[in-house]
Nanobody, 124 residues
Framework: QVQLVESGGGLVQAGGSLRLSCAAS????????MGWFRQVPGKEREFVAA????????HYADSVKGRFTISRDNAKNTLYLQMSSLKPEDTAVYYC?????????????????WGQGTQVTVSS
């Protein structure tokens, strides 16, 4: 079973940037589409971005389009989320997740493995 470990979260001022990483164990990372979600206390976990198995196709939530970039390095079994022009409303715990498919998915029910999350806090 794949294990996912996020890193790179922290405190940043509004307008700043952060890059999140998600290290995956196992030899099947490159076979599956991956995604990032985020959650704030008291709210449902929401979709942020997704990427196909080979990295050719990506999809973003409207709230982050143009500011966040998802990418992957299959040779390193690592998923990334480059976040720029951060806003206080981006504050959340960010989770990486693996789907059951190779093509892009955005529904939370399509993601079957999850990391433990990393906190991102954007101050105004």
């Amino acid at each position: 079973q794949v294990q996912l470990v996020e890193s790179g979260g922290g405190l940043v001022q509004a307008g700043g940037s952060l890059r999140l990483s998600c290290a995956a164990s196992g030899r099947t990372f490159s076979s599956y589409a991956m995604g990032w979600f985020r959650q704030v206390p008291g709210k449902e976990r929401e979709f942020v971005a997704a990427i196909s198995w080979g990295g050719r196709n990506t999809h973003y939530a409207d709230s982050v389009k143009g500011r966040f970039t998802i990418s992957r390095d299959n040779a390193k079994n690592t998923l990334y989320l480059q976040m720029s022009s951060l806003k206080p409303e981006d504050t959340a715990v960010y989770y990486c997740a693996r789907t059951w498919a190779g093509t892009i998915r955005s529904a939370i029910s399509d993601f079957i493995s999850w990391g433990q999350g990393t906190q991102v806090t954007v101050s105004s």
